[in-house]
């Protein structure tokens, strides 16, 4: 049973560009969020998805936006790029049952310069 | 508000036992959680506790929670070179349902 995925593992962009993340969650479940670990800190929550609808938002600007898929994967955009928004952009994927146990995919390591 | 507090790094020796603590300050916690995360990883749940319990064991792990301080605890019993990572406890608060509240790490590193 492949665990939570995401690609890509690394990425460089410069600032002013947009960039999008993927994740597919783990089998069987339904719920994906998202967080952006920033060197040296905790992961911070951007949001989360269910049912393809945004349920919940942390303190992100618009410029980050997401989406659902009807398969349950999920994608991260984030627009017009600062440098402070590099850092390990991390999916979790729940179901919704069962939304304690939250399970952590590999994240993807952005770097803008 | 949210706020999760941890000490920033631990050094034991191999074999000894290593107490990770952290606090919190939202008393609609729903559940605490401890997570693993070893360079360049992702990371790995290792327990959680509901709020209303005091204290949780699996295997080499043992959570205590004193709900009264706000205090939360991880014993990692014969610590191995293998646990060398960093150790983030988070929460859920009532209301809020699977947003992770995480924070800011513990460094264990674990010396022969």
């Known amino acids: 049973d492949a665990g939570v995925t995401q690609s890509p593992t690394h990425l460089i962009k410069t600032r002013g560009q947009q960039v999008t993340l993927r994740c597919s969650p783990k089998s069987g479940h339904d719920t994906v969020s998202w967080y952006q670990q920033a060197l040296g800190q905790g992961p911070q929550f951007i949001f989360q998805?269910?049912?393809?609808?945004?349920?919940q938002r942390g303190n992100f600007p618009d410029r980050f936006s997401g989406h659902q898929f009807p398969n349950y994967s999920s994608e991260l955009n984030v627009n017009a790029l600062l440098l402070g928004d590099s850092a390990l952009y991390l999916c979790?994927?729940?179901?919704?049952?069962?939304?304690?146990?939250?399970?952590f995919g590999p994240g993807t390591r952005l770097t803008v310069l | 508000g949210e706020d999760v507090e941890q000490s920033l790094f631990l050094s034991v020796r191999e074999g000894d036992s290593s107490v990770i603590n952290c606090t919190y300050t939202?008393?609609?916690?729903?559940?605490l959680y401890w997570y693993k995360q070893e360079p360049g990883a992702g990371l790995q749940l290792l327990t959680y506790?509901?709020?209303?319990?005091d204290m949780k064991q699996d295997q080499r792990l043992t959570v205590l929670l004193n709900k009264k301080d706000k205090h939360l605890s991880l014993r990692i019993a014969d610590t191995q070179t293998g646990d060398s990572a960093i150790y983030f406890c988070a929460e859920t608060l009532l209301g809020t349902a699977s947003k992770l509240t995480f924070g800011t790490g513990t460094r264990l590193q674990v010396t022969l």
């Open positions: 506790i509901f709020s209303n319990m």
């Open positions: 979790a994927s729940s179901a919704l049952a069962g939304i304690n146990e939250q399970f």
């Open positions: 998805y269910y049912e393809e609808e945004e349920r």
């Open positions: 939202d008393s609609s916690s729903t559940y």
